[in-house]
């Protein structure tokens, strides 16, 4: 039988009187932690003293046992003292944490320490932390970019892992902020715990994200010219972005965004988004970076944002890109309701893509579309929730769920108007609320009856001249079909060469595409995910636009293209007997979907596709990627029309009168 030893890491002073000991801060371990409650131990004390300023984060013992890695991390007692639970044996440990003074990360290394009844005593001075190692970041053009020089960047932010036996066992509880703790101070001489550091900065040039592993026998460590990859996207402009292009320029600045998420084995282990600031925006590039021959546990995908009113929550996310083995690829995961609709109750795979859409998806202009809207409640259960998809896989969070808490940080701001969608909510067919401020938390979602949500958004602007809608009617009885909801989650056109498009040359051999599913959430899971299961009815129907004459298509479902997790279940309608002659070429499509809980959604897109003679590829010319402006019928220009205001939309040499 194997015993069992608590190592109590006691606040005691030591001899230094240069060194005070300190509380250790809270530090949520992985869930593979080994640490468990045991009684009968035997406690070890181990004392953590820093300099002045200084703080631990963390502390771990770790060791290889048959090949698998055990690792046991700090927990803080009630009586202040920190302890370890684990059994007698050889151990490495360490112990983590930063010096605001001297701006830099300090981790301290004692190795081949037995733990056993005669160990009485283990301790840390951050005094010993005497080597200093600094990364550095070497664009692909080969200028080193100084992270202290606040006028070289538009933003910079780190993340800090450490692996041991190649297995991920720590990260910061905390970003390290603009060009803040990116040198580190160690008393380390090898590399038993890897030490990697994942980065995100903005330049001009585009946004940067980087995994740079530290090798600690080394005083620096660097990016190189070589091993560059990246991407050129763009997104296409909408109402609610001009507003936030006008806020931030009468600000004195413009604002995007940088976001991306970490990964070990490819399982999703959190994200990092970073505010660029800068009198002018990056270009629309995503550049990414690892060592040649890498071979760590640890990997990034890169999240293509379109412009950002307040954070990733209030924009254009185009499906992530991830740097393997085989360099820059598009994964064609679906984010709708964060990592949940691609995980399991194992794992958060950052890999698992659509090999369907995968192909089909090409590199076009995000957000000219109208989107279909995506409805789920949480993984917990607890509230209602939406996204909008767009047809190349975007997630167009500026209309999503949770904008009006995004957009009203500075509940000062008169331009941003409530948000960009409305919502109403009814409980058997009585008003609970429309108040957007309500949703979703301010309301109870465990009502005996039925729920109906009405959603609508109109931040559509396609082509800079073409007002669109969607709008979404979802019903459910929570407690009857344990919140199992219908949704659509992708759609998509596709023309007889078998091309993504909402732009057809004529309808014959073309066909309308989706996925739907019943989405329920995994209770049991403790990775945040949903059960898939099939629909009992999906119709699809197209209108002219705007006249709501609609007319249902055939549909068939087309079992090898489903993907689950992910998207859900596809089908498939053929649009070659389309007919009926609209105003401006343009059709409407709705969706209705039904459930055997007698859960349904109704959602119309309008506009969806379009018939006719096309102006260059997909219709979009360079004029359609210019900024949008605004004029009144006075011809004077407007930074913020206001809602249900007649205004001239000019982008480029377009002009078009539209009501806001």
Known sequence: MRKIFTIV???????????????????????????????????LLLSLN???????????????????????????????????????????????????????????????????ASQTSLAFFQSDATRLVIPKFVTPEGEEIDRSDFDSFFGSNSSVFFSYGGRHIFGDPYETGIANYNEFLTNATDNTFGLTTMNVTGLKGGCYFYVLPV???????????????????????NPMY??????????????????????????????????LFSEELPDDVIYMWKPENYDGPYSMVSFP??????????????????????????????????????????????????????????????????PVILTATEPDGATFQFECIGRNGEVMSIDSWNIYEAITQDADNEPWNGGTNTVSVYVDDQLLTENRSDFPNQIYWGEEGEYTIEIMTDNILIDGEIAGKSTCTTKYNPRESLCSIPSATWMGIVNADGRLTDRLVEPDGASLQLYAV???????????????????????????????????????????????????????????????????????????LETETGGSQQ???SPAFTVGPQNGIDGVSADNLAPVEYY??????IASPEKGQIVICRRGSQAAKVVF
Request: contains cysteine; negative net charge.
């Open 50 to 116: 820093t300099l002045p300023d200084g703080v631990f984060f963390g502390v771990m013992a770790a060791r290889t046992v048959n090949g698998e890695v055990e690792v046991y991390y700090a927990r803080e007692e009630p009586d202040g003292s920190v302890s370890i639970e684990m059994p007698e044996g050889t151990y490495d440990f360490l112990a983590s944490g930063i010096n605001d003074t001297a701006a830099k990360q300090f981790f301290l290394v004692e190795k081949n320490v037995e733990v056993d």
């Open 632 to 637: 009144n019928l006075q011809g004077q220009r």
């Open 242 to 275: 001009e507003i936030s292009l006008a806020y931030h320029e009468g600000q004195g600045e413009m604002y995007s965004m940088a976001y991306c998420g970490f990964a070990e084995d490819d399982n999703l282990i959190c994200s990092l988004g970073q505010g």
């Open 305 to 370: 944002l379109g412009a950002v009113c307040f954070g990733n929550t209030s924009a254009v996310q185009g499906m992530p890109y991830l740097y393997g083995k085989d360099g820059l690829k598009r994964v064609a995961s679906n984010w709708g309701m964060g990592a949940g609709l691609f995980s399991t109750p194992e794992e958060r795979n950052v890999t698992l893509s659509n090999p369907y859409l995968e192909k089909l998806v090409p590199n076009a202009p995000l957000g000219n579309c109208a």
């Open 215 to 237: 090798d600690l026998t080394k005083d620096e460590c660097s990016t190189t010219t070589e091993g560059w990859q990246s991407r050129r996207i763009s997104v296409a402009s």
């Open 9 to 43: 890491l006691t606040l005691a002073a030591l001899t230094s009187s240069a060194e005070q000991p300190v509380i250790i801060k809270d530090y949520i371990a992985p869930v593979r932690s080994n640490s468990v409650s045991r009684s009968g131990n035997v406690k």
């Open 518 to 592: 019943t989405l329920a959430p995994d209770l049991e899971s403790e990775i945040p995910s949903y059960i898939f299961s099939e629909l009992s009815d999906v119709r699809v129907e197209y209108a002219p636009y705007g006249t709501g004459n609609f007319r249902e298509l055939k549909v068939e479902a087309v079992p090898e293209n489903d993907c689950i997790p992910g998207w859900g279940y596809f089908y498939k309608a053929d649009l070659s007997g389309v007919e009926g002659e609209s105003i401006n070429t343009w059709y409407d499509v709705r969706l209705t």
């Open 603 to 605: 959602q119309v897109i």
